[in-house]
C-alpha cells in the first residue's frame, strides 16, 4: 500500500521529502521522537455521525483541541464521534496510530469527506504519515492538494472549533 502511494506521487510529479523514525501513536510521541521537519505537524482524526453514515478525515494542528461537537454542528453531522478501527480499516485501509490525510488515496469509493484546518491550509507543508507511522513525509501543501483532487477529496477547508 505505501509503495503504490509513492508510485502515485511520483506519476503526479507531486513532491516530498520522506523521513523514517520508531513507530508513533500519538502526537506527543511523534514531538518527542521524530526530528523537528520542514512542515506543519498535524493532528488526524477519523470520525463518523451517530447513525454512521458520514465518515470523516478531519486534519488540525498537532496542538488544536478540537470541539467535535461543535464540529458537528458546522459539519451538520448530528452525533460525530471517533469512528472505530473497524471503520478506520474498511474506509481507510488504515490500523490506528496511521490516520493520514493521505489515506484518502484507499477510499475509492468517496465514502470519507476531507475535512482540514485553515490553519494548516495556508502553511508552506504538511507533515503526513505515509499510510504508516514508521515514516512521516513533507508535502507542499499546494501538492497535497493536486494529490486530494486527483482522488476526488478535494478538502473543505474551514476553521475548525476549537476546544477551550
Request: charge should be negative; aromatic fraction near 6%; hydrophobic fraction near 45%.
Amino acid at each position: 500500500m505505501e509503495h503504490a502511494l509513492y508510485r502515485l506521487l511520483d506519476e503526479q510529479r507531486i513532491p516530498y521529502q520522506r523521513f523514517e523514525h520508531p513507530p508513533v501513536y500519538t502526537c506527543e510521541e511523534a514531538a518527542r521522537l521524530i526530528p523537528e521537519l520542514p512542515g506543519a505537524e498535524c493532528k488526524n482524526l477519523f470520525l463518523c455521525d451517530a447513525k454512521g453514515r458520514r465518515h470523516f478525515l478531519v486534519a488540525v494542528p498537532a496542538n488544536a483541541g478540537v470541539d467535535i461537537k461543535a464540529l458537528g454542528e458546522t459539519l451538520e453531522a448530528k452525533g460525530l464521534r471517533f469512528a472505530s478501527p473497524e471503520r478506520l480499516k474498511k474506509y481507510l485501509g488504515l490500523e490506528p496510530g496511521s490516520v493520514t490525510l493521505l489515506a484518502a488515496v484507499n477510499d475509492r469509493d468517496h465514502q470519507v469527506e476531507v475535512v482540514v484546518d485553515e490553519a494548516l491550509w495556508v502553511r508552506e507543508a504538511i507533515l503526513c504519515h505515509p499510510l504508516v507511522n514508521t515514516a512521516t513525509l513533507s508535502m507542499p501543501v499546494e501538492g497535497l492538494a493536486r494529490l486530494l483532487a486527483h482522488t476526488g477529496h478535494a478538502p473543505r477547508v474551514i476553521a475548525v472549533p476549537r476546544r477551550d
